[in-house]
Every structure is written in C-alpha cells, then in structure tokens.
C-alpha cells in the first residue's frame, strides 16, 4: 500500500498526541506553547520515529475495515 494522506493525517495526530503528552509530563501548560511549534515538533517526531506511520497505517486499513474511512481510490488512467 502506498502512504496516502489519510494515514499522514493519522501519523501526524499521533504524533501531536505524543507531543503534547511530553511536554505536560515535563510540566508545560499547553497554551503557552504556539500550536504551530507543536506541529513542527510533530512532524520532526514522524521523521525520526517510522514507526508512527506504520501505526497509522494499521488504523488506517482498521478504519477503512470498520467503515470509519473510505478506501483509497486507485488513481484514473490518462486518456489518450
């Protein structure tokens, strides 16, 4: 399967979770940290940790199973 948005979107919440959950752990009020350095610091976390898009991708095939997500769409062949 190739990685299609819905599971970046998944990895990317995973890891959001994941970040915050650090820095509450570390005794930092959310709300003074910008939205946007949590979500660099999300997607620097799905670089170094492939193992969040392998999760993801598990939800995802699990989503699509259950009916929560659609199938991915196989791409239209050019016309000629």
């Known amino acids: 399967m190739t990685m299609n948005g819905a599971v970046?979107?998944?990895?990317?919440?995973e890891a959001r979770q994941i970040i915050k959950r650090q820095l509450y752990?570390?005794?930092?009020?959310?709300q003074?940290?910008?939205?946007?350095?949590?979500?660099?610091a999300a997607n620097r976390y799905v670089d170094e940790h492939p193992e969040?898009?392998?999760?993801?991708?598990?939800?995802?095939?699990?989503?699509?199973?259950?009916?929560?997500?659609?199938?991915?769409?196989k791409p239209r062949k050019a016309s000629q």
């Open 32 to 40: 003074s940290v910008e939205s946007r350095e949590i979500s660099i």
């Open 52 to 73: 969040v898009i392998a999760l993801a991708t598990e939800r995802y095939r699990d989503f699509v199973k259950r009916g929560i997500l659609k199938p991915e769409r």
């Open 8 to 13: 970046m979107t998944l990895a990317r919440w």
């Open 25 to 30: 752990d570390q005794g930092v009020k959310l």
